[in-house]
Nanobody, 127 residues
């Protein structure tokens, strides 16, 4: 199982980026797929998640990104996206995707709930 996160780069504050998380060896359509990020010198933190369809399929976001970031999935491409709008300098971080089919609602924001992780993609937001 491999998760490949991509789409990071350098963007000015107020701009947008779309990150992708593509899976190989695993069917994403049954998974909860989350995004986490880690800024320099900081702990990794939860960004948002799209819950597995059998759990309701809803999206949930950290307060810091709510209204600016959107997670969606394309089952035909076996890919989950993180659309990031109105980016701020504090959004600068390495972004990771993670997936698992067994995550329950109360653990969606917990890193330890996810067995499969991508390698991370760097997002840098300049002022």
């Amino acid at each position: 199982v491999q998760l490949q996160a991509s789409g990071g780069g350098l963007v000015q504050a107020g701009g947008s980026l779309r990150l992708s998380c593509a899976a190989s060896g695993r069917t994403f359509s049954r998974d909860s797929v989350a995004w986490f990020r880690q800024a320099p010198g900081m702990d990794r933190q939860f960004v948002g998640v799209i819950h597995r369809p059998s759990g309701g399929g809803r999206t949930y976001y950290a307060d810091s990104v709510k209204g600016r970031f959107t997670i969606s999935r394309d089952n035909a491409r076996n890919t989950v996206y993180l659309q990031m709008n109105s980016l701020r300098t504090e959004d600068t971080a390495v972004y990771y995707c993670a997936a698992d089919s067994l995550v329950i609602l109360s653990n969606l924001a917990s890193q330890s709930a996810y067995r499969y992780w991508g390698q991370g993609t760097l997002v840098t937001v300049s002022s």
